[in-house]
């Protein structure tokens, strides 16, 4: 079994920063990449950013330059640094893993999302 939660959204002004976090946790033999989502009220989910095994980084246009996407492997965390921040940023923000358990080469796993706003 493996669990995915993330951690660290609230309410900010516009040019503020957030940064949020990722954990994944249980039977993990390996963990192969691990992304950032986003889904705003009546818009589709959306990929914010994305980083391999391996560091390789990418992101959406939207937020190329404003937002960093990294992680510390020895604790199977993901990090997202956003910095100035828009009120389209507003949107819940969910974590995806691409992880493998011992026995399998690897399934999606999902957390539960973490609200970010940004407003005045």
């Known amino acids: 079994q493996v669990q995915v939660v993330e951690s660290g959204g609230g309410l900010v002004q516009p040019g503020g920063s957030l940064r949020l976090s990722c954990a994944a946790s249980?039977?993990?033999?390996?963990?192969?990449?691990m992304g950032w989502y986003r889904q705003a009220p009546g818009k589709q989910r959306e990929l914010v950013a994305r980083?391999?095994?391996?560091?390789?980084?990418s992101y959406a246009d939207s937020v190329k330059g404003r937002f960093t996407i990294s992680r510390d492997n020895a604790k199977n965390t993901v990090y997202l640094q956003m910095n100035s921040l828009k009120p389209e940023d507003t949107a819940v923000y969910y974590c995806k893993g691409l992880i493998a358990t011992p026995g399998d080469h690897g399934y999606n796993y999902w957390g539960q999302g973490t609200q970010v706003t940004v407003s005045s």
């Open positions: 980083i391999t095994s391996g560091g390789s980084t």
């Open positions: 249980g039977s993990i033999f390996s963990i192969y990449a």
